[in-house]
């Protein structure tokens, strides 16, 4: 089950599954969870990634994964010898959540 709003905030999502991994906490950062990062907090104005400009594009989150060895794949199949991040975006363009998919 999804938790509670998300079907409102991103429609577009479909999940034959859902398993929740992280609950939402203050503590909690989407960012840096999904990169594998657990000491520290990544965000458009407080850290981010290493050598990569801060922002709130996905173009944003796409240099700061691309910084820690993700690379753009062709498409959102699942591969059984690849770990997966979704990022969700608003119409502005600007991300609003990742995910670790796998």
Not at 39 to 54: H, K, M, N, R, V
Not at 69 to 84: A, F, I, M, S, T
Request: charged share 30%; glycine share 8%; aromatic share 12%.
């Amino acid at each position: 089950m999804m938790p509670e709003g998300w079907a409102v905030r991103f429609p577009n999502l479909t999940v034959d599954e859902f398993t929740e991994e992280s609950p939402a906490t203050r503590r909690y950062n989407c960012i840096a969870f999904a990169a594998g990062i657990e000491d520290a907090w990544y965000d458009s104005e407080l850290g981010w990634f290493d050598d990569t400009p801060q922002g709130r594009t996905i173009g944003h989150l796409i240099d700061g994964f691309e910084s820690v060895g993700y690379v753009v794949c062709e498409d959102g199949q699942l591969e059984d010898d690849h770990e997966k991040i979704a990022l969700y975006a608003n119409d502005d363009g600007e991300w609003e959540h990742t995910q670790r998919v796998n």
